[in-house]
């Protein structure tokens, strides 16, 4: 297998596809990179700042973005989630965090997950997945990673806040004018929702190694 292979996995919000995208670059040595939190980043950025999805400051933010913006801790809480859907919106920051994500996997190869990889950052990736789940069984994945065990009783409140939150979200994203939320035209749908992680991981990785 050519070791600067390309795979890109896309998918809406709470999907899996980060847990995949992981594994599959741990399987096959690959780098990886959760491109959704450049996003996430510019998001928190835009919060942090009290500042609007098209002002100036925001477009600087994803301009200057570096590897410790989307490392930090909490990026992924609802507020984050919003942020990031709209800053995905503006095309001058998807055009700045363009290179960042081609220039990542160029040389050496690597495993992208995110909402346009197949489609836009690398539309001749080597492989190309889309992972699918209803926003109900998103929703309940979403609780269970984030679940405090001293609020089980809120259980499905939670979960019902968090479904919507999602719906909202899938909406946001498939409805954008400049790169919306859809699989690539020669991408493999994978529906988890009665799906295992390693499941998952087993169809991608055979199809990888078939090829």
Known sequence: ??????????????????????SVADYFHLPYLDTGLLYRA??????????????KSVLAFAE???????????LRIPEV???????????????????VQRNFAMLRG???????I???????????FYLTASPRIRAERRWLQFANSSK???????????EMDLKTRDEMDSSREVAPLKPAEDAIVIDTDHLT????LEKVVNKVKKT
């Open 64 to 74: 200057n973005l570096q590897e410790k913006d989307w490392l930090r801790n909490d």
């Open 81 to 99: 989630d919003k942020a990031a859907s709209q800053v995905a919106a503006n095309p001058k920051i998807r055009a700045a965090l363009l290179n």
């Open 118 to 128: 197949g489609t836009v950052i690398f539309p001749s990736a080597d492989f190309k």
């Open 152 to 162: 089980a009783e809120n259980k499905e409140q939670q979960i019902n806040k968090i």
């Open 110 to 116: 690597g495993v992208m997950d995110g909402r346009d």
């Open 1 to 22: 297998m050519d070791k600067n292979i390309i795979i890109a996995i896309d998918g809406p919000s709470g999907v899996g596809k980060g847990t995949l995208a992981k």
């Open 42 to 55: 510019v998001g928190r950025k835009m919060l942090d700042a009290g500042e609007k999805p098209d002002s």
């Open 197 to 200: 992680a390693l499941e998952v």
